[in-house]
């Protein structure tokens, strides 16, 4: 089991396949470019998107280009691979697809216990404020 803390409290325990499966992003998938100059990027995150069509564009600079694949759409794969392995024109030199690591998990927990404090901390501010302009009493 992982237990995740965050400002001291508890956030999430769980095993590595539950925290990905309740926190993950899904997939990565990783394509590099064979020339980034001749490399078609519209044409193939087009590509991408027609045979994945939740799959979202997350980079696209020099020699890579990434997309994040939902956890439901495996089963879209193969049609996907098959047909990069067969269209050298695409300029792709390999590809690769990878689940959310633990490392991806714990700093999305960290942002959104941030997120979380900074919520808190300006909640307070206003309470404070509100305080501070509180309306004057009229006296008859």
Known sequence: RVAIMGDGKLRCCGT??????????????TIEK?????FDSKAVSDLVINHIPDANLLNDVG?????????????????????IDVHDDLE??????????????????????????????????LEQSAELIAPAEVIP
């Open 63 to 83: 020699k890579e280009i990434v997309f994040q694949l939902p956890f439901n759409s495996s089963a879209l794969f193969q049609s996907l691979f098959e047909y």
């Open 16 to 29: 590595s396949l539950y925290l990905k499966t309740k926190f993950g992003l899904g997939y990565s998938m």
């Open 34 to 38: 064979r020339d980034a100059v001749k």
């Open 92 to 125: 792709i030199a390999s590809y690769g697809v990878s689940v959310t690591t633990q490392e991806e998990i714990f700093i999305l927990l960290q942002n959104a216990t941030e997120t979380q404090a900074q919520a808190e901390e300006g909640r307070k501010q």
